[in-house]
């Protein structure tokens, strides 16, 4: 079955900085990669995703890239702010019904303001 | 307002005492899930659901069973919980499967004594 594995578990970056954390998966088919974020005593939701026939997608100061033929898909998080705070999940799954959704252990992302 | 709704958000109870978390949505739609989130180890899927009466086992899905009678209800049954499934659970639901964003609930924190 799909694994996916993400790094780091813990970063902690000065407001304004940049952030970036990355994901790889195992499985070949996969072909959806979204990234939740869930705040503490929240609910994840997402942010943002991408599909494999796309190489890098971007909304305002967040930006996916994948890389298909590594199998690794990274979130950035430019001029952060405190209210990025918060940890970050991402996945993979792929089209079909008998399919599962698979999730890295999280990022914990502290912006120090 | 669209959503996804569990009950209840805290529940403590004693091992071997049969228990239900309810999980409605009003987004008619067709895929849903049963998650547990633990420190380390991020959200693993347990049971989900593709539609009415359509089932199968997640990554972890010893110690619990679902049921899926109507579209907008998928319930966690816990039949004889025990100390082990102490965790934070989260229901969601996608529209057009899993390679689709997921709509969550906002979780259900279960200790079992």
């Known amino acids: 079955g799909e694994n996916v594995e993400q790094h780091p578990s813990t970063l902690s970056v000065q407001e304004g900085d940049s952030a970036v954390i990355k994901c790889t998966y195992s499985d070949s088919a996969s072909n959806y990669f979204p990234w939740y974020k869930q705040e503490l005593g929240k609910r994840p939701q997402l942010i943002i995703d991408i599909r494999s026939n796309v190489g890098e997608k971007k909304d305002q100061r967040i930006a996916v890239t994948l890389n298909k033929t590594a199998k690794h898909f990274s979130l950035h998080i430019t001029e952060t702010q405190p209210e990025d705070s918060a940890v970050y999940f991402c996945?993979?799954?792929?089209?079909?019904?008998?399919?599962?959704?698979?999730f890295g252990t999280g990022t914990k992302l502290q912006v120090i303001p | 307002e669209a959503q996804v709704t569990q009950n209840p958000r805290y529940l403590i109870t004693v091992t071997g005492k049969k228990l239900t978390v309810t999980c409605s949505q009003n987004?008619?739609?067709?895929?849903m899930s049963w998650y547990r989130q633990d420190p380390g180890l991020g959200l693993r899927q347990i049971y989900y659901s593709m539609n009415v009466e359509v089932t199968d086992k997640g990554d972890v899905p010893e110690g619990y069973k679902v049921s899926r009678k109507e579209k907008r209800n998928f319930p966690l049954i816990l039949e004889s919980p025990s100390p082990n499934q102490t965790s934070l659970y989260f229901c969601?639901?996608?529209?057009?499967?899993?390679?689709?964003?997921?709509?969550f609930g906002n979780g259900t924190r279960l200790t079992v004594t």
């Open positions: 969601a639901s996608s529209l057009e499967g899993w390679d689709s964003p997921l709509h």
């Open positions: 987004m008619n739609h067709e895929y």
């Open positions: 996945a993979a799954s792929k089209t079909g019904g008998y399919q599962k959704v698979t």
